[in-house]
């Protein structure tokens, strides 16, 4: 069954609390999103550092339920 951008969301937020989360459904078929992430829990940390946060918030989905997220992510006033 494919996810839905609100549980995408809350999973991220579950992990990342400060994360200010934007979720496009590219297919509008549930299965291919594209997300930009923001938070402060980023700074300091390279661009596959803050990839692999979110991958983690995910708790596995990736690659299942969710079969593509193009991701974007970054420290606040780093867009």
């Given at each position: 069954?494919?996810?839905d951008?609100?549980?995408?969301?809350?999973l991220?937020?579950?992990k990342?609390?400060?994360?200010?989360?934007?979720?496009?459904?590219?297919?509008?078929?549930?299965d291919?999103?594209?997300?930009n992430?923001?938070?402060?829990?980023?700074?300091g940390k390279?661009?596959?550092?803050?990839?692999?946060?979110?991958?983690?918030?995910?708790?596995?989905?990736?690659?299942?339920?969710?079969h593509?997220?193009?991701l974007?992510?970054?420290?606040?006033?780093?867009?």
């Amino acid at each position: 069954m494919p996810m839905d951008a609100n549980e995408i969301e809350k999973l991220i937020k579950a992990k990342i609390p400060d994360a200010e989360v934007m979720i496009s459904d590219l297919a509008g078929d549930g299965d291919h999103y594209a997300a930009n992430v923001v938070s402060a829990a980023f700074k300091g940390k390279t661009r596959v550092q803050q990839h692999q946060m979110v991958y983690e918030a995910l708790q596995g989905r990736m690659g299942g339920v969710l079969h593509a997220l193009a991701l974007q992510t970054s420290p606040p006033g780093d867009d």
